[in-house]
């Protein structure tokens, strides 16, 4: 790609004031250059609209939210103000790489290819863990290898937005955890996937990432999301059949071991049961309903998660 199409990069922000400067920095320090950032501040009650407004880059724009809404509601609101021929997102606590969009642009030379990623870091103050270690993640049509396993992280995507809007929505604003996971998989449904195997990005784990304090809420959305597609879509559920359900059962595990946190070790059994113990992670929930410090073994090993251990 000889040319350089506008980029836009949404970033979605609610009193964001710690990490704020490093992501806009990271964002200015990119060797691509034709590209916008719209800022969504969603009503911060800090100073993270003091903060982006001290910078003086025409190329980045304030929007405040009218009113506070939960993320999705906050991506959906902000996408209309797009105008990018591809599309990036950068959470205000996460970081690019310089070389992140001249890295990634060039593979929409595929005229199929809707979605790029790249590999990351997970990172806090004492590490750094790649996300992908010793294997890549398949590229092409992968809705299936999406839903058995999902492998995206969202500070590493860029999308075609045509591609994009010829969805019935972008950001689904019923939806605020998993937002990224819906467009993800249902964009995957009619483009093709591709992959830049470098670290480009870095996606900071903090005590205050609601990946890691809300477990839970991922639960209880995905369970929604599942019901929402086969209902609106039979052909989704139908030529997904296989893979929809080891993503069903998958959220019936992790639901099971906040049941058991929970001490509701008999409806645990019952979410088990359901994943007809397709999975070793099952078994060993299982035998941990019998076990009576098992809360105390899934704390530890979810902190050993946030920590990167």
């Known amino acids: 790609m000889t040319r350089e199409p506008l980029v836009s990069i949404l970033m979605n922000c609610y009193n964001g004031e710690q990490y ?31 903060i982006f407004k001290n910078y003086d880059d025409p190329r980045l724009k304030y929007f405040r939210a009218p009113e506070h809404t939960d993320l999705g509601g906050a991506r959906a609101r902000a996408w209309p103000h797009l105008s990018g021929e591809f599309v990036a997102v950068l959470d205000a606590d996460d970081l690019w790489l310089p070389q992140k969009l001249e890295r990634q642009v060039p593979l929409f030379d595929d005229p199929d290819v809707g979605l790029v990623i790249s590999n990351t870091l997970f990172f806090n103050d004492r ?23 999902y492998f995206v992280s969202l500070e590493t995507l860029v999308v075609r937005r045509a591609a994009v809007e ?37 996606w900071r784990v903090h005590g205050a990432s609601d990946t890691w304090r809300r477990p839970r809420s991922f639960v209880e959305e995905k369970e929604r999301w599942l019901r929402k597609q086969t209902e609106e879509d039979l052909s989704f559920a139908v030529k997904h059949s296989a893979a929809l359900r080891s993503f069903s059962n998958k959220t019936l595990r992790t639901k099971a071991a906040h049941l058991i946190l929970s001490h509701q070790r008999r409806q ?42």
């Open 127 to 149: 590490r750094a863990v790649p996300l992908y270690r010793t294997t890549y993640p398949p590229t092409g049509w992968v809705t299936d290898r999406l839903l058995e396993d």
């Open 20 to 50: 704020l400067k490093e992501a806009v920095d990271s964002v200015l320090d990119q060797t691509y250059r034709n590209w916008e950032l719209v800022f969504w501040d969603n009503q911060s009650t800090d100073r993270t609209a003091e």
């Open 268 to 309: 645990a059994v019952r979410c088990l049961r359901q994943t007809g113990f397709d999975h070793w992670h099952a078994w060993v929930l299982l035998l941990l309903c019998a076990f009576p410090f098992a809360d105390r073994v899934i704390t530890h090993l979810y902190r050993r998660r946030s920590e990167l251990r």
């Open 166 to 202: 010829r969805l019935p929505r972008a950001f689904d604003p019923d939806f605020s955890f998993i937002a990224d996971f819906d467009l993800v998989v249902r964009l995957s449904r009619i483009a093709k996937l591709a992959l830049c195997p470098e670290v480009l990005a870095k």
